[in-house]
């Protein structure tokens, strides 16, 4: 191991220095050579969901920047065309089409990928990075836990409807965007709803964002035959305005840490553009992959794996 690569591994275990503003700052140093091409994404279309605010609006500013048409997927069509003016502001030529779709939704999900199949015969790129920090229990429509379905039924579902589009792209890619929460939940084998136990938030967050990890590889394994490949990813912690609303006092705490929104996104713009295509099934942070565990209680077998990806499957209506 370099000392680079050594003083790196020290940032991803001690989490607060290297989810912060100054792990980024550290880390960007070791990659001075590894930046996309300019233009890396002419000809590209990427679709960005969350993409009005936060880490998604960065994430599509980064994505135009470097060529690509960036459909701006939000669910409030006036927050959606408010950013893109946002992102025009500061990139005059940006190429972004603002489209509606709330991934918690799965009817909503069904009929938005079918317009896009008729709108798009070629699809390049999907980072889902639309996210939600449930104060209590809630369901989305189709009675599934609310932080289940934003990060991983709807994002599954919408990427397997998109799959003859992305089918179509010389090198389709799909990012999931987690959390490094998720290193702090086991997968939740047997209870993928939280019915069961007080229900907090932050934990049923993390136990989503443990499950999309998780079931990456699996998903790697299925899109393959489409040329897909997949990454999750977590961005650090940035101050963006969900964590203001999720996480007050955490923010306060720690506001003069935080990343910003761009810096946030960098992993999710890299992993769109990098050549070569990075290998696909694995969890990134700050351009490299990373472990999917630090404690020995997280750990799981695979049969629990499969019991979490089928509980899934029949939820998004992929399986019976
Ligand atoms: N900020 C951090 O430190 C941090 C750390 C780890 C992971 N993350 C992850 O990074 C991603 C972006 O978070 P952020 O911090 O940028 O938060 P944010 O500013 O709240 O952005 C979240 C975006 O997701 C959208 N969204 C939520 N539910 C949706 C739905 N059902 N359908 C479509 N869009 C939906 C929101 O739309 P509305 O504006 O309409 O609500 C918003 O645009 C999330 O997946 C989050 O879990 C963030």
């Known amino acids: 191991m370099t000392a680079a690569a050594a003083f790196d591994a020290v940032l991803d275990r001690t989490v607060a220095p290297g989810y912060s503003r100054f ?4 880390r960007r140093r070791c990659w001075p ?6 233009g890396a994404l002419l000809g590209r279309t990427a679709l960005v969901t969350g993409a009005n605010s936060g880490i998604g609006k960065a ?5 135009a920047e470097l060529g690509a048409t960036v459909l701006m997927t939000v669910r409030d069509h006036e927050r959606g065309e408010a950013a893109r003016r946002d992102v025009l502001a500061q990139l005059p030529d940006a190429d972004l ?3 509606q779709c709330d991934v918690a939704d799965l009817a909503a999900v069904r009929r938005f990928a079918d317009s896009l199949i008729d709108r798009h015969v070629r699809l390049d790129l999907v980072i889902h990075n639309a996210g939600v920090l449930p104060a ?5 429509p189709d009675g599934h836990e609310l932080s289940l379905t934003t990060h991983v039924l709807g994002p599954i ?5 998109l799959l003859p589009a992305l089918a179509a792209s010389p090198d389709p890619r799909v990012v999931l965007m987690s959390s490094g929460g998720m290193y702090a939940q086991p997968l939740p084998d047997g209870d993928v709803e939280y019915r069961s136990g007080e229900y907090r938030g932050a934990a049923a967050y993390a136990r989503s964002k443990r499950i999309q990890v998780a079931l990456t590889p699996l998903l790697a394994q299925r899109w393959a035959s489409s040329g897909v490949t997949v990454a999750a990813m977590h961005p650090g912690w940035a101050d963006t305005p969900g964590l203001a609303d999720a996480l007050p006092g955490f923010r306060r705490l720690t506001r003069p840490l935080l990343r910003t929104a761009e810096q946030a996104a960098d992993t999710a713009v890299w992993l769109s553009a990098t050549e070569p295509t990075p ?9 490299r992959p990373r472990p999917s565990h630090y404690r020995r209680g997280t750990r799981y ?8 990806w089928r509980h899934c499957a029949v939820a998004a209506g992929l399986a019976r």
């Open 97 to 99: 089409v603002v489209e």
């Open 59 to 63: 994430i599509a500013a980064g994505l």
């Open 279 to 287: 290998p696909s099934g694995l969890f990134w942070h700050d351009r």
């Open 33 to 38: 050579d590894d930046d996309p091409a300019p």
């Open 301 to 308: 077998d695979d049969a629990a794996l499969h019991r979490v």
């Open 23 to 26: 792990g980024f700052a550290a």
């Open 157 to 161: 579902l919408l990427t397997e409807l």
């Open 136 to 140: 209590e229990r809630t369901e989305g």
